[in-house]
């Protein structure tokens, strides 16, 4: 189970190639939002899944059996719109800035940027949720409605593409390694804990496939967006391309990753222990 954007983008060529093999003992499934993804898990129908970091740690938390094993993207979120009076985060105050949901990932992280620039998220600017999903708000910032809005890729490509004026403002993924000195841990891919110690084999197949297809895709980008339009994950191929460089696709272990993995869900959990399922994950969470 993968989602509509970077995470299908990154493993495109994988999915092309199971698509094309006869009689694959993998298929892949792209669903739009992370709680479908969470939902095959709790079914126990993913035995591979992606979905957010925090949720993973959700997930993990409340003993579903199921271990990270790797980051393939690291944010692609940003604070974009067409209001030009923005220079920097103290033109924020006083602002109206659109958020798709209170207490998921990108509010939060919003949240504890705008902390780190010395404002008062509760003070100091108006955080609004009235547009309730990634699509919902990409279409309100291109439409107009929303002249500041915090949204990822490739949506934030999708909303320029309808809408010329409108621009990103602040890389949140850059803010974030500017505080935190290490690059978001964004994304998690996880495997099904029995699926591990059962068929390693495949488990090894999959990391290999997809770190090879996420390296393909930063490499050749115009056949990648191709494939990324073909599967129906983007409308269009300039969009594809244009959102290839600022989605950070690059496959890397969870263990290789694991402290930047840990400082990502400490910073949740210092703000609110229950954004993570109400405590760090254990040593085992990372394979």
Known sequence: ATLKGPSSMGMIRLIDSLENTKNAIVHVTILNEPMQV???????????????????AIVYNKGLHYRMLGVPDWGSLFL?????????????R????????????PDVLFRY???KKGIDPEKDITLDYSFPTHIDLANAVAAGQAPLGVISEPMASLAMAKNKAVKPIIDLNLEWEKAEGSRMALTAFMAKTSLIKKDITTVDRI?????????????????AATLIVKYGILPDRNIAI?????????YVSAKEAEDKIMEFLKVFYDMNPEIIGGKMPDENFCY
């Open 113 to 115: 940027l705008l902390s």
């Open 207 to 223: 990391i290999a496939s997809y770190r090879a297809s996420a390296r393909w895709v930063n490499t050749e980008p115009d056949s």
């Open 242 to 250: 244009a959102s290839i460089p600022r989605s950070s696709l690059g």
């Open 94 to 105: 006083g602002k109206r800035v659109y958020l798709m949901a209170k207490g998921m990932t």
């Open 38 to 56: 969470r939902k095959m898990m709790l079914d126990g129908t993913a035995d591979f899944a992606i979905l957010p970091t925090t949720m993973a």
């Open 80 to 92: 974009f719109g067409s209001d030009t009076t923005i220079k920097g985060w103290n033109d924020l």
